[in-house]
């Protein structure tokens, strides 16, 4: 579905209906999917699922502020993982979350210097030097 949607040959209305966001067990089977890709370390169902989590926000979140909260401990854990590339989302997102849980991680990922951001323009990944 989300191959299809990225390829402009379904709409967003549509793509939001089919992967289920104003379904009940929404969160709980995106949690689930998630774990199951970090298992596998598959970077590209992982940057899906987070895209579903920003949508999901975006049509429901203002109603239901807590609903991102179920996923602070799997978004901890892979904001200090190197196999993908969705650091700058994830940290987006346990922004909205505000958890405490999540500081020792944040801290953490300060010297996390994934590959894929050597070449950035803005030096993400160069350590700051005091």
């Known amino acids: 579905m989300f191959n ?14 089919k992967i289920g966001i104003y379904e009940n067990d929404f969160l709980e089977q995106l949690l689930h999917e998630m774990n199951e890709a970090f298992n596998l370390q598959n970077a590209g169902r992982v940057e899906h699922f987070i895209y579903a989590l920003f949508l999901w926000d975006e049509q429901i ?3 239901n502020v807590h ?15 190197d196999w993908h590339h969705n650091h700058e989302d994830i940290v987006r997102l346990l922004q909205k979350i505000s958890s405490v849980k999540s500081m020792e991680y944040l801290y953490d990922a300060i010297e996390l ?5 050597a070449w950035d323009d803005n030096y993400a990944s160069i350590p700051m030097r005091l």
């Open 61 to 63: 979140g203002k109603e």
């Open 113 to 117: 210097h994934p590959q894929y951001l």
């Open 4 to 17: 299809l949607y990225f390829k402009n040959q379904i709409n967003r209305e549509d793509f939001i209906e």
């Open 67 to 81: 609903g991102l909260e179920k996923f602070v401990d799997k978004l901890n854990e892979m904001l200090v993982s």
